[in-house]
């Protein structure tokens, strides 16, 4: 069955960059810019379920992508499969390409075993056995992967469409995410001057 190429790559870049911006706030909110915010936000309840709730919906995200599951309509395995079965009349992409991305895919293989495991049985799914659970995903390796999906988008839109994509975030800006930097100030100030009020009155 004959498909739309450029509908077919807008909503992998959809899905993209809604991992993205859930990466960057989450990576943020980790590993802030300053010892103040790191030190506010070990004391925030809510930023640290924040933290949290945002990975996941990476990981999940990620995942759609990465997955080799028919029910994830749009992961790049099928995408893949629908260039090399020619899906998409009237786009040629260099089968050099093709083979380079499948290849990519599967050098990080064990990584999305990890990502699948994590989506299926803890963030996705409760699964019963969730307290054995032990994968340990860096944001670095996370970010590997969506660096993986850029390179196909990319790889897309030049050799079919002449033209390139942004892949940017169009949310998230962290010189401009200064929330947790007000937050923190103010909480230091607070403590200051109670501090030097004490001092006053002895």
């Known amino acids: 069955m004959e498909r739309d190429l450029k509908s077919d790559i807008w909503a992998i870049w959809k899905i993209l960059i809604n991992c993205k911006e859930n990466f960057l706030y989450s990576k943020y909110l980790h590993k802030p810019d300053t010892k103040e915010e790191a030190e506010y936000l070990s004391h925030s309840r809510h930023f640290q379920f924040l933290q949290h709730s945002l990975w996941r919906l990476c990981v999940i995200e990620i995942n759609k992508l990465l997955s080799k599951s028919d029910k994830d ?50 963030y996705a799914h409760t699964d019963r056995d969730v307290g054995k659970l032990s994968v340990d995903i860096t944001f670095e390796e996370v970010y590997d992967l969506i660096v993986i999906v850029e390179k196909v988008i990319r790889g897309i839109y030049i050799h079919s469409f002449d033209s390139d994509i942004l892949t940017e975030t169009p949310i998230f800006e962290r010189g401009r995410f200064d929330i947790i930097k007000v937050l923190a100030k103010e909480k230091n100030d607070r403590i200051n001057a109670i501090q030097n009020w004490g001092k006053s009155k002895e």
């Open 73 to 122: 309509f749009y992961n790049l395995w099928t995408f893949i499969k629908n260039l090399e079965n020619n899906i998409y009349k009237g786009h040629h992409v260099p089968a050099d390409a093709i083979i380079d991305w499948r290849n990519t895919l599967s050098s990080k293989k064990s990584l999305t075993k990890k990502i699948l495991l994590l989506r299926n049985k803890l």
